[in-house]
């Protein structure tokens, strides 16, 4: 482990656990994030990200093994990965113990889909096949994190040439296997990981570029730290020193500025832009193209007198089910952009997002994020309403047209909650327990110990990934948890909370017409800012002209 420990930025143990860390260059910038799954003291294995092959990771590791180090590496070439993933848990694990688990037993252990058991997350495990090749479990699908999606990744080290693999692929994605799962293509997964804010290898970090001749290289097209991209606490360990890296790593947290830039998403609305390709056959001209990687992103209304950042990545058009194109970009810090927006008399629009628990921006005026992350014991805290949020920036160039917005990992999601699914989970449970213990008989006792098996029970299973079943105490009769699409519901006491059921009946049609009113008047409220929006651009263009 200590090879392991000296080169990367988080601690592994030799436990059966399986970890996320970073791999840096002298000067702190990101080469690639690895997974680390420790066997014991004399086995571990790596899992390099999509797009990043074994080999190169190999040659880049293996120069610095000394023989008193006594570590070996093993390039597996042939390795064939393998990701089940859902935004539910229960869905994997279902199709895992369905189709998987029977094909494995085949040319496995026996008796496997009765004796198996789940990794816990942060574990990982291990099974020989009957010719000794291994397989491997880790409880995490790909570089999706668990507010993107649930899931198992399976790593076939075999000799076979991919072929047990390959047919495990192909009947889970068969036609005749109506009940499996849904084969995710190239340019949708690309797409997913764009929408769930992941920085990937290739785009955010590693860049690679076409030299004339055709071949590639590693370019600092965008040398990016892993704190620029906001990769925090699961990979990096703040109290490690002494790892490659860790100087540059260390003086950007000791920046009471923060990071040079920060990595958001940007959305290209298509109602704003009307595309070259819609209006080809016209014969007018027409500046309106889609976003491509590299463009540059400048602040509307400034002229390309303020520019923000690139793009380092781009979905799919409508590839998110919404009339939209949307990308990652890696920008400038806030109070750069915003003093010089202030001098052209210039103003962020509204924020598109507002992180759980995030600071009022008009109260905390002097609110930083390098002094944010010094004066925290964890590298990111919750994040305030981001200033650059609802930044409205034109491509360089063309009249393109698109708008800033924090990435989810930004957003505040708590454990367990899904960025795709309906459902609303308190990040306190205990904190909104007692506020609606206190509205209701105006006393509570956290101490209680029906209510501390809630808890532990609730963040038992936000930390595994679970759904919420209806009750989720099972000994003790005085304290359940419920979940509502919408709305957060948690009885403590029993009877305590309850309420005349015509009351609720009452209450339930006072709130739905409530909603729908509200509903109706943030939508005409949209129409009227999207039109005011649509005005004010055509007279820009107007002026440019």
């Known amino acids: 482990m200590d090879f392991l420990n000296n080169k990367f930025s988080q601690t592994f143990k030799a436990d059966g656990s399986y970890k996320m860390g970073c791999l840096l260059n002298p000067k702190g910038r990101l080469v690639d994030t690895v997974g680390v799954g420790a066997i014991d003291s004399n086995e571990a294995y790596m899992l390099t990200s999509p797009g990043h092959f074994s080999t190169p990771l190999f040659e880049r590791l293996d120069p610095l093994i000394f023989p008193m180090d006594q570590v070996k590496l093993k390039d597996w070439k042939d390795a064939r990965i393998l990701s089940v993933a859902s935004s539910r848990l229960k869905d994997v694990k279902k199709c895992f113990k369905k189709h998987v688990l029977p094909m494995l037993e085949e040319v496995g252990q026996d008796d496997l889909v009765n004796s198996w058991r789940f990794p816990s997350p942060g574990q990982i495990r291990r099974l020989t096949l009957k010719d000794g090749s291994p397989v491997l479990v880790f409880p995490t699908p790909s570089i999706l994190p668990s507010y993107a999606a649930f899931g198992y990744t399976i790593a076939f080290l075999t000799n076979d040439n991919g072929e047990l693999a390959k047919l495990l692929f192909r009947s889970l994605v068969s036609e005749n296997n109506p009940d499996g799962p849904i084969e995710l293509g190239p340019r949708e997964f690309e797409t997913f990981r764009i929408e769930a804010g992941v920085p990937a290898f290739g785009h955010e970090f590693s860049v690679l570029e076409k030299q004339d001749d055709g071949?590639?290289?590693?370019?600092?097209?965008?040398?990016?730290?892993?704190?620029?991209?906001?990769?925090?606490?699961?990979?990096?360990?703040?109290?490690?020193?002494?790892?490659?890296?860790?100087?540059?790593?260390?003086?950007?947290?000791?920046?009471?500025?923060?990071?040079?830039?920060?990595?958001?998403?940007?959305?290209?609305?298509?109602?704003?832009?009307?595309?070259?390709?819609?209006?080809?056959?016209?014969?007018?001209?027409?500046?309106?193209?889609?976003?491509?990687?590299?463009?540059?992103?400048?602040?509307?209304?400034?002229?390309?007198?303020?520019?923000?950042?690139?793009?380092?990545?781009?979905?799919?058009?409508?590839?998110?089910?919404?009339?939209?194109?949307?990308?990652?970009?890696?920008?400038?810090?806030?109070?750069?952009?915003?003093?010089?927006?202030?001098?052209?008399?210039?103003?962020?629009?509204?924020?598109?997002?507002?992180?759980?628990?995030?600071?009022?921006?008009?109260?905390?005026?002097?609110?930083?994020?390098?002094?944010?992350?010094?004066?925290?014991?964890?590298?990111?805290?919750?994040?305030?309403?981001?200033?650059?949020?609802?930044?409205?920036?034109?491509?360089?160039?063309?009249?393109?047209?698109?708008?800033?917005?924090?990435?989810?990992?930004?957003?505040?999601?708590?454990?367990?909650?899904?960025?795709?699914?309906?459902?609303?989970?308190?990040?306190?449970?205990?904190?909104?327990?007692?506020?609606?213990?206190?509205?209701?008989?105006?006393?509570?006792?956290?101490?209680?110990?029906?209510?501390?098996?809630?808890?532990?029970?609730?963040?038992?299973?936000?930390?595994?990934?679970?759904?919420?079943?209806?009750?989720?105490?099972?000994?003790?009769?005085?304290?359940?948890?419920?979940?509502?699409?919408?709305?957060?519901?948690?009885?403590?006491?029993?009877?305590?909370?309850?309420?005349?059921?015509?009351?609720?009946?009452?209450?339930?049609?006072?709130?739905?017409?409530?909603?729908?009113?509200?509903?109706?008047?943030?939508a005409e409220a949209e129409a009227k800012r999207k039109a005011e929006k649509m005005e004010m651009l055509r007279k820009r263009a107007e002026a440019a002209m």
């Open 215 to 522: 071949s590639k290289k590693t370019t600092t097209f965008t040398p990016a730290s892993p704190l620029e991209l906001h990769i925090g606490p699961d990979m990096i360990d703040s109290e490690k020193g002494c790892y490659l890296g860790q100087e540059g790593v260390a003086s950007m947290m000791k920046n009471p500025r923060g990071p040079p830039r920060l990595l958001y998403s940007v959305v290209f609305e298509d109602e704003l832009n009307l595309y070259q390709y819609e209006t080809e056959g016209d014969g007018r001209e027409n500046l309106t193209r889609l976003p491509e990687v590299g463009d540059e992103l400048f602040v509307l209304g400034s002229n390309e007198e303020i520019s923000v950042g690139r793009i380092t990545s781009v979905g799919e058009p409508g590839g998110t089910g919404d009339r939209t194109t949307i990308g990652l970009c890696l920008i400038r810090r806030s109070d750069s952009v915003l003093s010089r927006m202030k001098a052209l008399g210039l103003e962020v629009s509204p924020p598109l997002t507002i992180p759980e628990g995030h600071v009022d921006m008009e109260e905390e005026e002097d609110w930083d994020i390098g002094e944010n992350m010094k004066a925290s014991s964890k590298l990111f805290p919750k994040a305030p309403v981001d200033k650059l949020d609802g930044l409205d920036v034109i491509i360089g160039g063309t009249f393109t047209i698109g708008r800033l917005k924090s990435v989810p990992s930004r957003q505040g999601f708590p454990p367990g909650l899904n960025m795709f699914e309906d459902v609303i989970l308190y990040d306190d449970i205990v904190g909104e327990a007692s506020k609606l213990q206190s509205a209701k008989t105006g006393s509570y006792r956290k101490q209680e110990t029906g209510y501390l098996q809630a808890e532990a029970n609730a963040r038992r299973m936000m930390e595994e990934g679970e759904e919420y079943p209806w009750d989720v105490i099972e000994k003790n009769p005085n304290a359940k948890v419920k979940i509502e699409s919408k709305q957060t519901l948690i009885e403590v006491g029993g009877s305590a909370v309850e309420e005349d059921d015509e009351e609720d009946e009452d209450d339930e049609l006072k709130k739905q017409i409530e909603q729908a009113e509200a509903e109706a008047a943030a």
